[in-house]
Nanobody, 127 residues
Framework: QVQLVESGGDSVQAGGSLRLSCAASGDTYSSLCMAWFRQAPGKEREGVAAIYASDSSTYYVDSVKGRFAISQDNVKNTVDLQMNSLKPEDTAMYYC????????????????????WGQGTRVTVSS
């Protein structure tokens, strides 16, 4: 079992920055894959960024490449998502997800592959 708690969501203007944090507790082993997903009203949940704990490999959806950065702190068991140059289209509920996946499955960021989810944190970007 893995418990996840997100924080850091807020309302910002376009061009601004936010840093989301996900604190993991429970069975956090080296094979843990952690990812950030987002879901805007009326849209499907999409994977934004993922990090594979054992080798710190990362993956980003094309729309956030160069703007977002995912990082992990293995001592604190946290995964952060630094979001820069925010756009109105980044507005969504952001969720932290985790599961024990192989590297390829982790970086594919398919929501149905993740069993553990946080409650979400809201990000609103105004133009």
């Amino acid at each position: 079992q893995v418990q996840l708690v997100e924080s850091g969501g807020d309302s910002v203007q376009a061009g601004g920055s936010l840093r989301l944090s996900c604190a993991a507790s429970g069975d956090t082993y080296s094979s843990l894959c952690m990812a950030w997903f987002r879901q805007a009203p009326g849209k499907e949940r999409e994977g934004v960024a993922a990090i594979y704990a054992s080798d710190s490999s990362t993956y980003y959806v094309d729309s956030v490449k160069g703007r977002f950065a995912i990082s992990q702190d293995n001592v604190k068991n946290t995964v952060d998502l630094q979001m820069n140059s925010l756009k109105p289209e980044d507005t969504a509920m952001y969720y932290c997800a985790a599961d024990f996946l192989l590297n390829g499955d982790c970086l594919a960021m398919v929501a149905s592959n993740f069993d553990y989810w946080g409650q979400g944190t809201r990000v609103t970007v105004s133009s």
